[in-house]
Each structure stands twice: as C-alpha cells, then as structure tokens.
C-alpha cells in the first residue's frame, strides 16, 4: 500500500550487504529505505487498501494522497528554463538533470521524492547543459554549481561529462566550484568499482580538479554502517585519488540516526576516513514525515550532545540546519529570555544576502517540527520565521 504512494526503490548492494534482515524491520538501513505502513496515516493507508484492485481508483486515490503530503510552497522555486535550475542564491546554482532524477536506493525521507513518482509537474529536470550554460551566460556572478538531482551519479560517465565540460572551461572561467550531491559511496559502491564506465567517471572527476576548480563530492551518509562496507572504502579510496574534497551531510530522522552515539561516532569514523562533516539536516516537513519527523528540540539535543562527544575535527557539522525557502537556517540553542525561553536561530545562507548572519528568536514549543511551526518571539523575529497572524 505505501509503494503504491511512496518512491521505492532499493539496490542491489543495499538490499544484499548494508540492511541486517536479522534485525528488520527495527535495523536502522532496513528504516531507511523500505515502506512502512507507518508511513501513511491509517485513514489513507484503508483509502489505497480500499481503492485495490479498480486502477482508476486507485489512481484518484494515490494523487490525491500525494498531495497532500508534498512540499509546501517554501520550495525552492525553479529556474526560468523549467525547473531544472535553482538559483539559490547570488553565487550558487543548482542544476538537475533529467538524466539523473533517481537515485541507486530511494531514502524514505527523501523531500524530492515527488520527483520519482512520474506524477504531472513533480519532475524539475533541465534536459540537457544547455539550459544551464545560457544561465551562466546571463549570470556571471555564479561562481558555484551544484549538480544534484536524484543523484547525478546515475548518470553514466559520458552523460556526466556534458555537464561537467562547460563548468572546467574558459567561458565559464567564474565557475571555481563544482559540488556533486550523491549517495553513491552508500548505495552502490561498485559505481566507482566495477561499473563499465568506472574508470571514465574517475577520469572525468580527476578532470575537473585538473582544470583548476574545487571539486566537491557531497556525500549524503545517514548512519555510520553505510561506509563499513569494503567496496564503500575502496570507492572513497579511489575517489581521494581524484582530488575531490568528499563532504558529509545528512538529516537526523526517527528510527535510523536519531542518536547523539551514532552521530558521534558517524563524524568520527569519518574524520578517520579523510571527510569532513559538513551539514546535519533537519527533516522537511514532506512525504511520510509522520514517520521519520522528530521535534526540533529533539534533532537539537542530538546535535548538541554528539558535538560533545567528538573533538574540534570530527565537529565541522553546521546544525540542525533547516533549509527553508528562506536560506539555510541554523538552530543555535535555547535561549533564555525574559518572557521564556526561545529557539535562537541563525541565517546561515540566504537568498537575500542582507539577511545572512541575522539572528531571530522563536517562542519554545517542544511539539515544533520545522520552520513553519515556529511563531516569532518579537516583532523583529518576523525577518526569518514566517508570519502566522498577529504575534505577541
Ligand atoms: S539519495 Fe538523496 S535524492 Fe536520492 S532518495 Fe536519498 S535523499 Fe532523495
């Protein structure tokens, strides 16, 4: 009933090494990618069981499910050529390509998960680096792209280098910065291993280090056992060969990583793996987040108490980081203020470069999940946290 709802998809090296069956479905990997029926509510969980096997049914059913649980308004808005670009700020630009708009294994949490449903309008996808060099033309003040997706590293090694091409040459010599979002190393190892184009994709990856930029690998890595894997180390291994820097980031979600020990120990095995930690997440507030949401306070405590836990290297992690329509968000603490206390939070990123840096309170509630569930604590608090009536 969920995967009628839900993306799901889960590979071969997932399914065969990283989930414990032993242990499921309490297994932190086997949580990670495989439907639950707690996913769905148990009125709409019925509804899709009621609606089996009349198709069409089903069909009004699953579109209207989906949409109510997909992403508030607050996402980021396209590019002008489509969706497929996202010009997050001044200096970055995302760019998804249609080619790469799946992933090896589908994460439960995922916020892009409309992508995968092949519902109308859920797909934000430029169709070719077309798009995304007449974009850079027009906007020379972009010194960093990102190619994310799904993930980019699907795509085979040729596909991959359409992109990457335009971003190491002359005409586009502001470009200093390449990221590529993945969970590759995680989900299949073999793709810097023992894929057909393994080789090439390394080459092309060495390329763009060659050509002088920074080459980012952003490394989505959700609980530590996903890089004990021997083929996980040898593919961070080759990847070190290239020059990339490998970053890490990932949410804090309930029943996989929402343990102050598992993120210690996640940051510090990876300090040990040559990574840097680079963003804990908190949970957007989409698809089955019934499932996988935790109060803010909680994914706060988790942060807190596993920064105490490691030293200054394996503590690089911003967080929990909230990436709003707004920008990146950052929860610094709980303040204690003259009227109770309050979440102090911090711009870390903005749209609006003006508000970067700005600092805003919002009134405690341990039952808060994201962003748009806070109130501000005074007037000028309203800069960061949405405005839901008239405040104290
Ligand atoms: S790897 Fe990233 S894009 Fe792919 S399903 Fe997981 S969270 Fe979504």
Known sequence: MVARVLPFKVSAHVADVLVDWGRAPDD???RLVMPHRDMLSPADFAAVEAALPDEERLRRVVTGIRERLAPPPEDPPGGEDGQGLEHVYPDTLLVLPRQGQTCHSHCGYCFRWPQFTGEPGGRRAVHG???M??????????TDVLLTGGDPLVMRADVLADYLAPLTGRRHGHVRTVRIGTKAVSFAPERFLTAPDADDLLRLLDGVVRSGRHLALMLHVTHPRELEPGPARRALRRLH????????????????????????????????????????FVARDTGPRRYYGLPLVRVLGVYTEACRRV???????????MATGLGKLVV??????PDGP???????RTRDPELTGTLAHARFDPTARWWSDLVPYGEHDRCLIPDRGPGP
């Open 129 to 131: 680096p077309g798009a």
């Open 28 to 30: 932190p990997l086997y």
């Open 332 to 337: 610094d603490g709980i303040a204690r203020l």
């Open 311 to 321: 030293s200054g290297l394996a503590r690089t992690a911003r967080g929990p980081v």
């Open 241 to 280: 060969a290239t020059g990339a820097v490998l970053r890490t980031q990932a949410p804090v979600v309930r029943h996989v990583n929402d343990d102050p020990a598992v993120w210690a120990r996640m940051w510090q095995e990876q300090v040990e793996l040559g990574l840097v930690p680079y963003d804990m």
């Open 342 to 348: 309050a979440f102090a939070l911090r711009a870390l």
């Open 133 to 142: 060099c007449a974009h850079l033309d027009r906007h020379p003040a972009v």
